[in-house]
């Protein structure tokens, strides 16, 4: 078992520019979640999928930040004309089935620098 | 809405000490309870979880339990370790919403 694989695990982009990034989530997991770390305001929830539908995406800044899941083995989030403030680390994190008390994976993040 | 707070932003200890870190929360259901440990450039990782049948949750000798009296589930260890030092996170979640909602997070460090 890989874990939950999310790449790039660096990436830095200009201000203004896109910047896509993919997790590949624990195959038979069904459920696929994105949260932002940063120093200032710790780990915050984005959004999530549930059988590749997406379920909740209120944590997402909505004019820039979209997510998608196109299949069970991968979803991406797509950060479209980057600014500073988005400089963070990315998670995703996948749990085997929908419910409370289900343990979430997390991969190793992706760390985005805008400069 | 639902909300974790975790009062220490950061705990120094001399190894051997017993460790105690705070979490309280709210919520309007009845939540599930994690604490996330992560050391420096890992991913988060479980630590341990609430349990609905009063067990008592223990990993890597970290024990917590929750009271909903007090809205609480505080982390315990009766001798802390050089390698325990790292950044842990209460979280919660509920039955609605399997979204995980943290605290700020605690970061441990432990000295020889």
């Known amino acids: 078992n890989a874990g939950v694989i999310q790449t790039p695990r660096h990436k830095v982009t200009g201000k203004g520019q896109e910047a896509t990034l993919w997790c590949e989530p624990i195959?038979?997991?069904?459920?696929v979640f994105w949260y932002r770390q940063t120093i200032v305001q710790g780990l915050e929830f984005l959004t999530y999928?549930?059988?590749?539908?997406?379920?909740?995406d209120s944590g997402m800044p909505k004019e820039r930040f979209s997510a998608q899941m196109p299949n069970q083995s991968h979803s991406t989030l797509k950060i479209q004309s980057t600014q500073p403030q988005d400089s963070a680390v990315y998670l995703c994190?996948?749990?085997?089935?929908?419910?409370?008390?289900?343990?979430?994976?997390f991969g190793p993040g992706t760390r985005l620098l805008v400069l | 809405g639902d909300s974790v707070t975790q009062t220490e932003g950061l705990v120094t200890l001399t190894e051997g000490l017993p460790v105690m870190l705070n979490c309280t929360y709210q919520?309007?259901?009845?939540?599930?309870l994690f604490w996330y440990v992560q050391h420096l450039n890992e991913a988060p990782k479980l630590l341990l979880k609430?349990?609905?049948?009063?067990k008592r949750p223990e990993h890597q000798g970290f024990h917590a339990t929750l009271h909903k009296s007090s809205s609480s589930f505080h982390l315990q260890k009766s001798s802390a370790q050089l390698s325990d030092s790292a950044l842990y996170y209460c979280?919660?979640?509920?039955?609605?919403?399997?979204?995980?909602?943290f605290g700020q997070g605690t970061i441990l460090k432990v000295y020889l």
């Open positions: 609430s349990f609905t049948d009063n």
């Open positions: 999928f549930r059988n590749q539908a997406p379920i909740d």
């Open positions: 994190a996948s749990s085997l089935v929908l419910g409370g008390r289900d343990t979430q994976y």
């Open positions: 919520s309007t259901y009845s939540p599930f």
């Open positions: 979280a919660l979640s509920t039955s609605s919403g399997q979204k995980l909602v």
């Open positions: 195959s038979g997991h069904s459920a």
